[in-house]
């Protein structure tokens, strides 16, 4: 069986019960293995929300969509495994709604018409991605940020979101601290 043709049919089977849980389809992958095939599914939020989809939601709707699958009159009856997952955070950026996903968020892209830059996302539209770049500075100096420019999506090549583990100039850091007279490695008073 064609696992490309496989995977459209059961992509436009599982849309709907997607999309009524509000969450978008991103992509459905079908993998055959003899008489058996493994089913791999990615769900995320909808382009206007913030955040990924949670534990509690994957699992909710990999209920719903084993239900589609076990019910569905055009399938021969053939054993499968359902995978569901969400995309994973550093995910290459390849829709215009992948990018829209992830507004103010640093990222490193590979355009046609330039060297290769780290930038953080300020605006999505039809064309292309405002960016604030980070221009280069030497190491152990702090980034600085360049002009905003846009770049158009006919010249990105690649794009991935950077994680940033703390935004300073975002971030409250709270330095004070109380010691517990707890041994922390031990867990036990000292």
Do not use: C
């Amino acid at each position: 069986m064609d696992s490309t043709a496989e995977a459209q049919r059961v992509h436009a089977l599982l849309e709907p019960t997607v999309a009524a849980a509000e969450l978008f389809l991103e992509e459905v992958k079908v993998h055959f293995a003899g008489n058996h095939r493994t089913v791999s599914v990615i769900v995320d939020l909808p382009e206007d929300q913030e955040g990924g989809v949670g534990l509690d939601a994957i699992s909710t709707i990999a209920r719903q969509l084993s239900d589609v699958m076990d019910s569905d009159p055009n399938d021969d009856g053939s054993a499968y495994d359902l995978e569901i997952s969400s995309p994973g955070a550093t995910r290459p950026l390849t829709e215009p709604r992948h990018w829209r996903r992830a507004l103010g968020r640093m990222v490193k892209v590979n355009a046609a018409d330039r060297e290769n830059f780290m930038g953080r996302i300020l605006a999505v539209d039809d064309d292309g991605v405002l960016f604030k770049p980070e221009l280069p500075v030497k190491k152990g100096m702090k980034p600085k940020q360049g002009e905003p420019e846009k770049v158009l999506f006919t010249a990105i090549r690649r794009g991935v979101v950077e994680l940033e583990f703390a935004r300073l100039d975002e971030a409250e850091l709270d330095l004070e601290f109380e010691p517990t007279g707890r041994d922390a490695a031990a867990g036990e008073g000292s």
